[in-house]
């Protein structure tokens, strides 16, 4: 089966036999508990709906086959997500490098919970160069932690090269690949050892669902991190299983759509004269450009950029848009407007921001799949009110 294909079928087989109904969409299974005939019998493998549901399991054994993976988890976010890999692989005094442009709530989690509470050590670096991610690396590193594309900057990284380098010295990469999901990049075939991603984005779709997920083929991490999501209990709900179930099969339309409408969008803002600096890996002037004709497959619905204007201006500037919300989050088929230094980023310290290059006044767009021209004129329009 190719990907969209999969992105339909996978875990939702109907069941024809065995009393089945043939439900062509998976059931949502509302039990916590399930009853047996024996006590040391579990009925069809299910004993309690934190360590299994079926209507979770279809969406996992889909989530897994989107990035390729042998193994899928669905957590309640994608920050559940990721706490569940630290919970998992790491211990106090284990030492993990993270690019140094991460989604805020990532950053918050790692700093303020993780070396803040439980003295893991994290160093960001600026992941982009492969040496940076080498000198960082010491005796008690265990975990390289990469985006790609970066929320919001856009910057991308080697995953390939660093996966080689990372493996050389036996460490963990994991690749958050929420930005490109699945569709435009499978960083497991690039050598990555864990994917998550915030299935409330791209894999949703709908801006109706909170829920993370892991895939991993590696079965030690599987068991690992599969331990943590029942001990620890952070599991995506039936319903919102069903909601991501549903999402899911049209990912592959969606995506393309996203991403012909962030390239117009790109185009737009890039000619235009009170624009100083789109951040979109589809366009030619992206400095990493090339590298994500390498290692993904589209570039997504995500742009970033800066105005010329002051932080008031470009307040003014997204308030004064008619399609584009002015709202956190991403990846939904409507569009998405944001200042991240005042919203998604404002948990980074200003100090922080400003040595990545996240200024005050950069603004994110969740481009979504409206008409092209909608978008366009909205854009124009509310640029010719600010300036
Ligand atoms: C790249 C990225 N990773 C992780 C997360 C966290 O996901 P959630 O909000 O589902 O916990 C987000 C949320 O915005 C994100 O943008």
Same mark, same amino acid.
């Given at each position: 089966?190719?990907? #969209?294909?999969? *992105? ?9 036999k ?11 299974? =509302? ?7 024996? =006590? %040391? ?5 299910? #004993?309690?709906?934190? @360590?299994?549901?079926? @209507? ?6 889909? /989530?897994?086959?989107? #990035? ?8 309640? !976010? ?7 890999i630290f /919970? ?5 005094n ?16 790692? !700093?303020q ?26 005796p ?8 790609? $594309?970066t ?10 090269? +660093?996966?080689?380098?990372a ?6 990469? =994991? ?8 569709y435009?990049?499978? $960083?497991?075939?690039?050598?990555? %050892?864990?994917? =998550? ?12 669902s ?30 919102? !299983? ?9 990912l ?6 996203? &991403? ?13 004269p ?18 994500a ?9 995500? +742009?970033?950029?800066?105005?010329? *204007?002051?932080?008031?201006q ?6 004064s ?7 956190? !989050?991403?990846?939904?088929? #409507?569009s998405l407007?944001?200042?991240p230094? /005042? ?10 921001r400003?040595?990545?290059? /996240? ?9 979504? +799949?409206e ?5 366009? &004129? ?6 010719? @009110?600010?300036?």
């Open positions: 089966m190719r990907f #969209e294909t999969r *992105a339909i079928h996978v875990g939702e087989e109907p069941n024809l065995d009393g089945g109904y043939g439900d062509v969409a998976m059931p949502i299974h =509302v039990a916590s508990t399930y009853a047996r005939k024996e =006590v %040391d019998q579990p009925t069809a493998g299910y #004993e309690y709906a934190r @360590t299994d549901n079926p @209507t979770r399991n279809a969406l996992e054994k889909r /989530l897994a086959s989107l #990035e390729e993976a042998r193994f899928g988890m669905a957590f309640a !976010s994608g920050l559940a997500a990721e706490t569940s /919970l998992a692989l790491l211990r106090a284990d030492h993990v490098i993270a690019f140094d442009d991460l989604y805020g709530g990532s950053r918050r989690l790692f !700093s919970v993780f070396a803040g509470n439980f003295q893991i050590h994290i160093q960001y670096v600026d992941a982009r160069h492969l040496s940076q991610i080498e000198n960082a690396i010491q008690h590193t265990r975990m390289i932690w990469l985006e790609t $594309p929320n919001p900057l856009m910057k991308l990284c080697d995953i390939r090269a +660093i996966s080689e380098l493996h050389s010295h036996g460490l963990i990469v =994991v690749v958050d690949n929420t930005f490109a999901s699945p435009f990049q499978q $960083p497991l075939k690039l050598g990555a %050892d864990i994917v =998550v991603h915030s299935t409330t984005k791209y894999l949703n779709g709908h801006s109706d909170v829920g993370g997920a892991i895939m991993v083929s590696d079965e030690t991490l599987y068991r690992k991190i599969k331990f943590v999501q029942n001990a620890a209990g952070a599991i995506l709900s039936p319903f919102d !299983s069903f909601l991501v179930l549903r999402g899911i099969k049209t592959a339309v969606r995506m393309r759509r996203h &991403e012909q409408n962030a390239l117009a969008v790109a185009r737009f803002l890039e000619k235009h009170r624009v100083k600096q789109v951040y979109y890996p589809g366009l030619a002037s992206h400095p990493q450009h090339s590298l004709c390498r290692q993904m497959s589209g570039f997504g619905g995500m +742009i970033s950029f800066e105005l010329d *204007a002051d932080v008031k470009a307040k003014k500037f997204v308030e848009l008619r399609y584009f919300a002015v709202a956190e !989050s991403l990846g939904g088929v #409507e407007i944001e200042l230094a /005042l919203m998604t980023h404002a948990s980074i310290p200003r100090k922080e400003e040595k990545i290059g /996240l200024s005050d006044a950069l603004i994110r767009i969740s481009v979504g +799949i008409n092209t021209e909608d978008l366009l &004129e909205d854009l124009d329009a509310a640029l010719a @009110t600010v300036f």
